[in-house]
Nanobody
Framework: QVQLVESGGGLVQPGGSLSLSCIAS????????IGWFRQAPGKGREGVSC????????YYKGSVKGRFTISRDNPKNIVYLLLNNLKPEDPGVYYC????????????????????WGQGTQVTVSS
């Protein structure tokens, strides 16, 4: 069983940056593919960026490519998501996720493939 706790959300102006962190406990994150999802008000949860341990691939949703960066620090059991040049369409609750099942990063970004979820951290973009 993996417990995930996100932090780092907040209010930022358009064009600003945030760094989200997700600390894992209960198991070694090194054995899991990881990902970040977001849920905007009134919308479903969507995969934003994921990284697979199976094939080493990384996936980014098209609208965040070049702006967001996913990374992990395995010794510290932490997953990061760096959000740069934030846009009005980026706000929502951002969730950290982990799973041993998906074969690729893109499949990891399918919420039906996720084994463990964090509680989420709110990101608001407003001037």
């Amino acid at each position: 069983q993996v417990q995930l706790v996100e932090s780092g959300g907040g209010l930022v102006q358009p064009g600003g940056s945030l760094s989200l962190s997700c600390i894992a406990s209960g198991d070694t994150l090194h054995y899991y593919s990881i990902g970040w999802f977001r849920q905007a008000p009134g919308k479903g949860r969507e995969g934003v960026s994921c990284a697979s341990i199976r094939d080493g691939s990384t996936y980014y949703k098209g609208s965040v490519k070049g702006r967001f960066t996913i990374s992990r620090d395995n010794p510290k059991n932490i997953v990061y998501l760096l959000l740069n040049n934030l846009k009005p369409e980026d706000p929502g609750v951002y969730y950290c996720a982990a799973s041993q099942w998906p074969p690729t990063a893109e499949s990891m970004c399918d919420e039906n493939k996720v084994q463990f979820w964090g509680q989420g951290t709110q990101v608001t973009v407003s001037s």
